[in-house]
Every structure is written in C-alpha cells, then in structure tokens.
C-alpha cells in the first residue's frame, strides 16, 4: 500500500472515530440536559421563584468553590493522562492520577470547614437570608471537585460513557426523586431540605464513579511504580485553575449578583433563563468532549495539517444545529420559559439576549480546549481575566439600571470579547483556525473534506 493512501486511511479511521466518539456524546450530552433541565423545571415549580432562587444561588457558589478546590488537577490531568498514554509512560499516568485525587480531596474539605466557619461567623454578627442553606450547601464542594476530576480523566482515557454518566443522568435523576419525595412527604419543598437531599445523593454518585474509574485502569494501564513530576503538573494546573476559575466566575457572576442584588426571587427567573440559554452552547461541549484528546493526540505528533482537518469538521458539525437551536430559542423564548411557571416568563428578553452571546461560542469553535490541550494555557490567562472584570464592571453598572436585562448584556458581551480573543491567539499559537468563518469562505474544501469522510465510512462497511 502507497504512503499516501495509507495516510488517506488513518485520516479516513480517525474521522470515523471521532465521529462515533460524537455520536455516543450527543446521545450522552442532550440526554443529561434534558434530564437536568427537567429536574431544574419541577423543582421550580415545586418551589416556587423564591425558595428556588435561594436553591440556584446555593448551587452555583458550591460550584464555583469546587473549581477552587480542583486546583485546575482536573484539566491538567486530561491533558498529561492523554499524552502519557501515547508516550506510554504509566507511572507518571499512575502518579498523576493518584495524587490529583488525594490533593482535591484535601483541598476540598479544607475549604468546606473553612467555609462553614466563615458563615458562621458572618450569620452571627449580621444574620442573613442565606446563611443556613450555605451552611449545608459548602459541603457539596469536595464532591462536586472530584466529580469533575474523575469525569476529565476518564474522558483522556477516552471512555466518554462512563465519564458523563454518572454525573450527567444519575445525579439529576436522583436530585429529582428527591425532591419529588420531599414534596410528598412535606406537602412543600424548600430550599434546605433540597439542598440537603443534593449533597445526600451525590456521595453514592462519586463513589460510583470512582469504583468505575479505578476498573478502568486497572485494566487498561500497564502496572507500574507511580512517578511524581508535582512541580511540572502544579506549574501548568495553578495557570489552568486561574482559567477554569476566570470561566465559571464569568458563567456564574450574573446570577450571584443578581441574586445579591435583586434578591431570590429575581435569581429564580434569571437563573431559569441561564439554564435555558446553556442549551445553545450544547452541540459545541460535545463535539469538544469527544474531541479533546485527538486535538493533543495530532498536536504531540506534530500533525498540524490533520488537527487542521480534524477542526474543520468539527466546526462544521457544532455551527448548523447550534443556529438551530438559537432561532428556536429567540422565537419561542416566553413559552419556553412558561414551563417554568408564568412568573417566569419575564426572563424571556434576558434569555434572548444570553442566546446570541452563547452562539458567539459556535461562530469562534473550539477556541478555549484548543489553547488548553496544546499547552498554551499561559497566553489565554490574561483574556478570561480581562472578561471576568469587564463582566463584574459591567454587571455592577447594568443590574441596578436594568434589573436582569442588563445582567444578560453584560455577560453576553463579556463572552463574545473573550471567544474573538481567544480565536485570535489560536490563529497565532497553535497555527490553525478553528472560526466558522474561514469555513464558509471555503465551502468548496469542506464539501471534499465531508465526502472524505463519508467515503471512509462507506469503505470501512
């Protein structure tokens, strides 16, 4: 066989994979979402936009504590996981994943004691709305760390399956059972007891997921002393920390300060409205789960012109159904939002508005793994730094002029600066580009690319 049509082949086996590896994320990502969305509809309605706002405004600082906790371990073990498997170096691999997991644990718990006390101490000199559903809310954080972990590696050991699963279907399954059982039991349901019940049910969830993980590399992972590199790992997660933690500040700000600012019940409506608008954003984080590890893969062996290939289909794969999805949220936005409750229908121009910053993330791709998963982390620090302050600058002046309106312009914004940046330093790092833009400038050259691949499948049956 030829070289270059045995090229033609590997590129052929390694689309076909990618597009599989799609398939089963999509199936995975949308059934998560929508099981997730249909938890956050019923315990709206079973809460009301109050009791609800308190319950979202909880969850999203536990979230954002958990990033913290992470020490950016998380990501920097997709990364090195995914390239030790291709050098075959099993004790770092071993090394790296035994001492993430024990650092986050620690980390973890040490910011929930330290949390507890805080608010503790805060309650007690000025009592605040807050302060008990926080006070149970801050031990979702160690938990909420190593589900991310154990999902991020499990994903470099490209089993996309068993990474989602657990914290995409069976937590909001449980959560929603739950809640269902408190409210018939109560005849109401309030935000501590649901927030009890979260944390209650997510321990057997981690667990779970560790028990799966464990298997997998037991099996997979050749036996071998563990190697410790902790300062090059430390080095590259505290920049990554910094990144993650700049992103969920930017995803998290405006719900927090609206809840701050307009209080529980504008939280509630608000936070309906976010979660509505992730559903624009949900093609692009799952072609990017089943991607990650190719895009390292290509970039370590120095294939610039097949991580080029790769990201043209992908871009492609992520642009049309998300502009889908952006229409029928813009037209439909008030029913959408009725399903909630009809109170909740005064978020629909905040929707629309957290919709269009969400299709700036289709329009730029796969901007944000890409600096990640070839090492230019260092470089995309400063843009998420500079959006999380033009967010908070800005959230700060459009909330008490604009009420949640404003809150949705803010953030949108905030978005759309950091995905063109971040485009921008792609172009120049990692020498390719990744904008839907240059794609259909050159539609000719993705017609071959998508026959390309629909050949390989079609020889490969």
Known sequence: MSQPLLSQNLESIKLQTLAKDTTVAIIIQVGGRAVTYLSVVFLAQWMGETEYGIYEYVISWSLLLAIIAGIGYPRTVLRFVVEYRIKQDWGRLRGIVWSSWLIIVLAGLLISVVGTGAIWLLNHYHSFTYATPLLIGIWLVPLQALVYLQLETMRAMEDITLAYIPSQIIWPVLVLCGGFLLLKKNHSLTSVPMISMATLVLLPVVLFQ???????????????????????????????????????????????????????????????????????????QTVNMAAAPMFTTLYTQGDLQGLQKVISIVTLWIFWPTLAIVFILVVFAEPVLGIFGSEFVAGSWALKILVLGQMINALCGSVNILMTMTGHQNKSVVVFGCAVLINLVLNAFAIPLLGAVGASIATAFAMMVWNIWLSVLVVRNVGVNPSVFSLLLSKKDDSKLINQLKSGASTSD
């Open 210 to 284: 560790l028990w799966l993980l464990w298997n997998k590399l037991n099996k997979e992972v050749k036996p071998a002393t563990p190697v410790y590199a902790h300062r090059e790992w430390l080095g590259v997660s505290l920049v990554l920390l910094l990144q993650y933690a700049f992103a969920s500040i930017l995803s998290q700000t405006d719900i927090l300060m609206v809840g701050s600012i307009l209080g529980p019940s504008e939280a509630g409506i608000y936070s309906a409205a976010v979660k509505t608008a992730m559903w624009t954003n949900v093609i692009l």
